[in-house]
C-alpha cells in the first residue's frame, strides 16, 4: 500500500509569488490534514477534509491560503501571494473513515518545504 | 484551547543510556494522547498512542503513560540505539464529539541524538 505523498519536497520561491503544494492521501481514506511547522516551532493544524468537504479550517492563517479537494482525493493547498513568514514545512496526513467514538491513526507524508525569500 | 507542551531538546544521550522526554498537556474532557516520531528524511510515524487514562502505550521498547492526575505523557525509553536518533513530537486529539476530534495539537518537537 502506497503511503501519503506530497509534491513537491522542496519549493523556493519570492515574495509575493504563488505556489501550490499537493499530497496524495492513501487510497481509502475520507480523512485529509493540512499541517505546518515554521522553523522550530510546533506543528500546527490548518484543515481537514472529509471526502471533498472542508469539515475544519479553523486553523488556516489567512485568505491568502486555499485548500481544495476536489472529488475527494488529492488536496491542493495554494498559498497567493506568498510572505515571508509562511516559510516552513507543510505536511500532510490521512485517515480512514471514522467511526463513533473511535480514533484512526493518522498518516503523515513526508512534507513539502516551503521557502519564501 | 488545547496545548501541548513538551520538553525542549536537543537531547544527547550515549547508546545504552536511559531516555525520558517530558510532555504535558491542556485539553477538556477526554483526549487521546500520541507520540510521533519523525526520523531523518522521513515523515512523522505514529510510535504509540493512549486513549484513556491509565492507558500505557508500548512500542519499540519505548512507554509512555496517560496520566490525568498530572496531565502528563512523558516518553520513556531504557536503553536507546543509534538508530534511535530523530526527532519526537507529543501530540493529543480531542475527545469524540468535540470541536478538535480529529485534528491533532502538537508540542514544539525534541531532536534526541543519540552516539554510540
Known amino acids: 500500500e502506497a503511503g501519503v505523498t506530497q509534491f513537491p519536497s522542496h519549493s523556493v520561491i519570492e515574495k509575493g509569488q504563488t505556489v501550490t503544494l499537493r499530497c496524495d492521501p492513501i487510497s481509502g481514506h475520507d480523512n485529509l490534514y493540512w499541517y505546518r511547522r515554521v522553523m522550530g516551532k510546533e506543528i500546527k493544524f490548518l484543515l481537514h477534509f472529509v471526502k471533498e468537504s472542508k469539515q475544519d479550517e479553523s486553523g488556516m492563517p489567512n485568505n491568502r491560503f486555499l485548500a481544495e479537494r476536489t472529488g475527494g482525493t488529492y488536496s491542493t493547498l495554494k498559498v497567493q501571494p506568498a510572505e515571508l513568514e509562511d516559510s516552513g514545512v507543510y505536511f500532510c496526513?490521512?485517515?480512514?473513515?471514522?467511526?463513533?467514538?473511535?480514533?484512526?491513526?493518522?498518516?503523515f507524508g513526508p512534507g513539502t518545504r516551503l521557502t519564501v525569500l | 484551547g488545547d496545548s501541548v507542551t513538551q520538553m525542549e531538546g536537543p537531547v544527547t544521550l550515549s547508546e545504552e543510556a536511559f531516555l525520558t522526554i517530558n510532555c504535558t498537556y491542556t485539553a477538556t474532557g477526554y483526549p487521546s494522547l500520541f507520540w510521533y516520531v519523525q526520523y531523518p528524511g522521513e515523515g512523522l510515524q505514529l510510535l504509540l498512542k493512549a486513549t484513556k487514562a491509565d492507558d500505557k502505550g508500548s512500542n519499540k521498547g519505548f512507554e509512555a503513560t496517560y496520566r490525568k492526575e498530572t496531565t502528563s505523557f512523558h516518553l520513556e525509553k531504557g536503553s536507546v540505539q543509534v538508530s534511535d536518533s530523530a526527532v519526537y513530537f507529543c501530540a493529543l486529539s480531542g475527545n469524540a464529539g468535540g470541536t478538535s476530534y480529529g485534528k491533532l495539537t502538537f508540542g514544539q518537537g525534541t531532536i534526541l541524538t543519540v552516539h554510540p
Open positions: 496526513a490521512s485517515s480512514r473513515p471514522s467511526s463513533a467514538g473511535s480514533y484512526n491513526e493518522q498518516f
